[in-house]
């Protein structure tokens, strides 16, 4: 399949890089190590393949062999990244990988639109789906780069749960993060460790002297291989300095097996084989990740990159194209890594011009990720918080939090706790991904600061009063009078032409909504609406409808409240946004119930609750209680007890409510079925209906504001009323009770 040369294509604001997609182009002297290549196709009836060695071992080689040869499998590339360890970036660039082999498999899985939905969402939906099709392989090469977080987290949880029809084959320089102990006894893995990677004397053979021609004697090859004990890059690099050398069984007797010894000749026969200009290439765009020929020319400020990539491609094995153009590459890593090594010794300090021009050509074309990091590593911090400033709000608002929160741990760490720009976007970032804790302690340093204006602030407050007041009002955790307070201070001092005006807008209108100060509410919801569409504040623009429309409900309009609330779900879903703004999904499923339309709005009120269990308990709480009215409506009482339950367990969570408690004592209750005597708890209820879910005893209380201690106590409760003594059994209790 042709792929485009573009660096970066998108989903709405969310990077897809399609280099990543395919594997590099396997080479003319590439040979297939057919006892390899069986073995990985034997591993098919496994459901997990690991290929962990150390660098250069030639995993990333073998992988794309196979895929090239396979003709009986569709087989999905990626190739990870740092840029991965976001779930957002991670689960795009995967459902198009698997998009591209079997189209049919993954044609209705939704990309991620937020990284707190996307084992809840997205991998739920993708196994589902590929359970049903045919057998097809995911190849995750360069599985060390994604380090712990939700994004490793996420291939655990596909890798646990995934059907016999997909199997899962990483590539790593370590050993994976994941329960291999236990798959290895049920007989659900397959490992190749660095000395089943090794050559073997035959395959050393047919590279040597098959593929490069070298026609070395049998004994020098065995020689060679005994003394580089079979390492594969080290095998290469001794065929590329035996191209020019005379006496080649001298040179044989001569080479050493250690990494040292390679570097030499790396450097002796390798790198100056080649000319001043082409060595200058290899050496100066070493800094790069991956390379063009513009890239190139910007960095090394020459004009013929793109030629002598091309030229160096056709010879040098290290030098591996990433597209079918031939317009991107990348070294091989270790190549990569050595000859910086060597930069570093030829041009000392070097570097950061190098990079400092890379930032520059990056920033120019809109590459924001790559302008960061390189600015970063040029040491320019300055240059490195323009472009995140002008960046975080859009990225954020497609879901990328840990994407940004990365581009803030990329600053020393005395800067990034002392600057208040990077403070403020990181108590944003985690207040978004609903860590709390790390969100009140960067406020909390904010607060100590003794700021004098400069730097100025990413969000373009004048103030640091105004932009906590902003950012407290958006985020105050079920505590209406608080958010009210602050949001009354941020619209004041906050000014017009801000970027968090929109924001500042909002948060004073919802609270006015949970006081129900209706008139205040739909008057600050028009203005966010006004701000927030021009300047792409999708995110708000879709939630401020959304209000606007159960506004419109409450008054009894009923076409201002479709209509409002068709706006909403368009601008959601023109935009990726429909796994974010659960409100969203409220306000459609009450337009559906005023239509008549009971079954369709049920189902997306539910779809409302399952996205804002990961948000503010106030919006949470008005969606279950949205929820049980509509259930008790479609006359089914039970799951209309337990939406009650839940929704008064999380009203009991906030410090003040608003109006959600009267709204939840309206709803007419209706006793459980006659044949119940459970005696549960309210909370016990919510706990015993999560039980049924994956989560563990600390995840269930994390979603429902409780210790672990509370969490477990309310269990061993509902073991005991339900007589039962495991998990499974209360589940089942609850099912057969009319619980569940």
């Known amino acids: 399949m042709a792929h485009t040369t573009r660096p970066r294509a998108s989903v709405g604001s969310r990077p897809l890089l399609l280099t990543k997609l395919h594997p590099p182009a396997r080479r003319d002297h590439t040979i297939v190590r057919e006892r390899l290549v069986q073995s990985l196709r034997a591993s098919v009836g496994v459901k997990l393949t690991v290929l962990a060695a150390p660098a250069g071992c030639g995993k990333t080689t073998l992988l794309g062999t196979w895929r090239d040869v396979e003709e009986t499998l569709p087989v999905a590339w990626l190739t990870l990244d740092e840029g991965d360890n976001d779930p957002v970036v991670l689960w795009l660039h995967i459902v198009e990988a698997l998009r591209r082999v079997c189209p049919n498999a993954v044609e ?76 290895r006894v049920r007989g659900e893995l397959l490992e190749l460790r660095a000395h089943e990677l090794a050559f073997t004397e035959e395959e050393a053979a047919a590279l040597l002297n098959g593929a490069l021609g070298l026609d070395l004697a049998p004994e020098d090859v065995d020689r060679l291989v005994e003394r580089i004990e079979g390492w594969p890059a080290g095998v290469y690099l001794a065929g590329l300095s035996l191209a020019g050398v005379v006496d080649r069984h001298a040179f044989v007797s001569s080479y050493g097996g250690t990494s040292r010894h390679v570097v030499d000749f790396l450097v002796d026969e390798v790198l100056d084989a080649h000319d001043a200009q082409t060595q200058s290439l290899m050496l100066r765009s070493s800094i790069l990740d991956r390379l063009s020929g513009s890239l190139c020319d910007a960095v090394l400020e020459s004009d013929d990159s793109a030629r002598l990539l091309r030229r160096l491609a056709r010879t040098n094995l290290f030098l591996l194209p990433l597209d079918d153009a031939g317009e991107w590459y990348r070294f091989h890593h270790l190549f990569a890594q050595l000859l910086r090594v060597e930069l570093e010794h030829r041009e000392p300090g070097i570097t950061q011009t190098l990079h400092l021009r890379a930032y520059a050509w990056h920033r120019s074309r809109g590459f924001v990720d790559e302008a960061i990091k390189h600015a970063q590593q040029a040491g320019a911090y300055g240059e490195a918080r323009d472009v995140i400033a002008g960046a975080w709000l859009k990225t954020a608002s497609a879901g990328r939090h840990a994407t940004v929160l990365a581009w803030v741990d990329g600053f020393p760490p005395e800067l990034s706790r002392t600057d208040p720009s990077l403070l403020l976007i990181r108590a944003w970032m985690s207040s978004l991904a609903g860590a709390r804790e790390e969100a009140a302690a960067a406020i909390t340093q904010l607060e100590q600061l003794h700021w004098d204006g400069e730097p100025p602030l990413a969000d373009g407050c004048g103030s640091l009063e105004a932009s906590l007041a902003t950012l407290r009002g958006a985020f105050a955790w079920g505590d209406v009078g608080t958010a009210r307070t602050n949001a009354l201070r941020a619209v004041e001092l906050v000014p017009a032409g801000s970027p968090i005006r929109p924001a500042a807008t909002w948060s004073l209108a919802t609270a006015c909504y949970f006081r129900d100060e209706l008139d205040a509410a739909e008057r600050w919801f028009d203005e966010t609406v006004q701000l927030a569409g021009p300047d792409e504040r ?15 409900a409450e008054r009894g309009s009923r076409g201002a409240q479709r209509s409002l609330a ?13 796994e974010i703004a659960g409100e969203v999904h409220v306000a459609v499923g009450l337009a559906l119930e005023a239509d008549g339309d009971i079954e369709a709005a049920l189902e997306s009120l539910e779809r409302a609750v399952t996205v804002l269990r990961r948000g503010q308990p106030l919006d949470l709480a008005l969606a279950l209680i949205c929820h049980a009215r509509v259930l008790r409506a479609a006359r089914r009482d039970v799951d209309a007890s337990a939406a009650v339950a839940e929704a008064a367990a999380t009203i009991d969570s906030c410090a003040d409510p608003g109006t959600l408690r009267r709204r939840l004592e309206a709803l007419e209750p209706r006793p459980l079925p006659h044949d119940v005597d459970a005696d549960l708890s309210r909370r016990e209820l919510v706990v015993l209906r999560m039980l049924k879910g994956s989560l563990s005893e600390r995840d269930i209380g994390r979603e429902l504001y409780l210790s672990h201690n509370t969490v477990h106590s309310h269990t061993k409760s509902i073991y005991r009323k339900l007589g039962v003594s495991s998990r499974k059994q209360a589940v089942q209790r609850g099912v057969m009770l009319g619980l569940l």
């Open 108 to 183: 209705r899985v939704r990309p991620p639109a937020s990284a707190a939905r996307v084992v809840d969402v997205v991998v739920r939906q993708l196994l589902n789906e590929v359970a049903e099709q045919q057998d097809v392989v995911l190849i995750l090469d360069d599985f060390h780069r994604l380090s712990a977080g939700s994004a490793r987290d996420s291939i655990a949880w596909l890798i646990e749960h995934a059907p016999p029809t997909l199997h899962v084959v990483l590539g790593t320089r370590s050993e994976p993060a994941l329960p291999l102990g236990t798959m």
């Open 538 to 552: 999708w995110l708000l623009t879709t939630s401020a409808l959304a209000y606007r429309s159960l506004i419109a």
């Open 566 to 578: 068709d706006g909403a779900a368009d601008v959601a879903r023109e935009h990726g946004l429909e």
